[in-house]
């Protein structure tokens, strides 16, 4: 296979409602997508990146530019392209995992609709739907915290996380619990505490969750640990996790029990799926995390969700979740599970009207020699 153009298409889409993190509020979602146009096949990826580095160093206009400047044009230089050689082409840049994982989606896109393999087959998915639950993030008031939940239990979601920080933690966390006393509840500090706040965080044992989610920063792997040897309630991490080196460090710190994976947050779906093996290799649970992506993301989320150790339902949802019109077919709830695509790579086709109508812009990376 061989890599001709690139484009890359930057929208800004409304979110159904504002979400709100430790991060502060999104109204929109600043998208980036890559298509790619090989011999073969057309593939489309996404890039995970946030309008600003707040979760990661990594934002949309940083990963643009690396795109342009040295990813693409390094994986032009490969001649015989596959999903597999993006990485290894891509390795001279440090960081910009989302951007290599976009680019890396979208060459595995291409390869796969060729051959006529599905996501979730060539990555050894094992499950035709996987169980997902949703993520509330930070509202103006406890009460209205209480009524999206309410709306999403009743929507079918059988597993609910809350995003907390100093000063929104005990007493929602106490409004949820008691309004929901068997919903499988889990909470995301998103590094917002810091190892100074281990005894306020060790007292939420007493809520009965899931997991407490990444309560320090990605580098306080011994407050991790610390804390972890003070809970009963187990401690997944999220943005400590970078690779499989980062996850079995962790682990062997005893900084975590149960591991997050994000696949713009890992540098591609190949390096979450070894992330996965590697757990499921040590009995460790791992679940899938979302980031706001549209249905091109989500595909892939969803094919990598169906691997066997993903134990815990994922953290994607479905569409009307997010958005009011997605750029794809939307992933719709059924029960308390979203179906894994079946077709060629992604499995999904994209609405070129709905990019148009939300006034998408397009901007093609052409290749100089031709």
Not at 83 to 103: F, N, S, T
Request: glycine share 8%; hydrophobic share 45%; charged share 25%.
């Amino acid at each position: 296979m061989k890599l001709l153009d690139v484009e890359l298409v930057r929208v800004a889409m409304p979110l159904v409602r504002p979400f709100r993190t430790s991060f502060g509020v999104q109204h929109t979602r600043d998208v980036l997508l890559v298509r790619v146009v090989t011999d073969v096949a057309v593939g489309w990826g996404e890039c995970a990146a946030h309008a600003e580095p707040f979760y990661n160093e990594e934002f949309t206009e940083s990963a643009m530019m690396v795109l342009r400047r040295w990813l693409v044009p390094s994986v032009r230089e490969l001649t015989d392209l596959t999903g597999d050689a993006v990485g290894p082409a891509c390795r001279q840049v440090k960081g910009y995992r989302a951007a290599k994982a976009g680019l890396e989606m979208a060459v595995l896109d291409a390869e796969l609709r060729a051959s006529g393999a599905s996501f979730a087959a060539h990555l050894g998915g094992s499950r035709s739907a996987i169980d997902v639950g949703v993520s509330v993030g930070i509202t103006p008031t406890i009460d209205e915290l209480v009524e999206q939940v309410d709306g999403y239990v009743s929507d079918g979601y059988r597993r609910v996380k809350l995003k907390i920080m100093p000063g929104w933690d005990v007493a929602p966390l106490d409004a949820v619990r008691s309004a929901f006393p068997d919903l499988a509840l889990q909470v995301d500090a998103n590094a917002g505490y810091a190892p100074d706040d281990i005894e306020l965080l060790a007292w939420l044992d007493r809520f009965g969750m899931l997991m407490i989610e990444q309560p320090f920063a990605p580098d306080e792997l011994r407050a991790h640990a610390e804390l972890a040897a003070r809970m009963s309630t187990p401690i997944c991490l999220d943005e400590s996790i970078l690779s499989v080196g980062h996850a079995l460090t962790a682990l062997d710190l005893g900084a975590c029990s149960i591991v997050n994976i994000k696949v713009g947050r890992v540098g591609g779906v190949l390096e979450a799926a070894r992330i996965h093996d590697a757990c499921l290799d040590r009995g460790v649970p791992v679940w899938c995390g979302g980031m706001l992506e549209t249905g091109v993301g989500r595909a892939a989320n969803v094919a990598l969700a169906s691997l066997p150790g993903f134990t815990f339902p994922a953290d994607i949802s479905a569409s009307d979740r997010y958005w009011r019109r997605d750029i794809t077919e939307p992933f719709v709830l059924l029960g308390s599970t979203i179906e894994v695509p079946t077709g060629p790579g992604l499995g999904i086709t994209v609405d070129h009207d709905a990019l148009r109508e939300l006034g998408a812009v397009v901007e093609l990376q052409e290749d100089p020699r031709r």
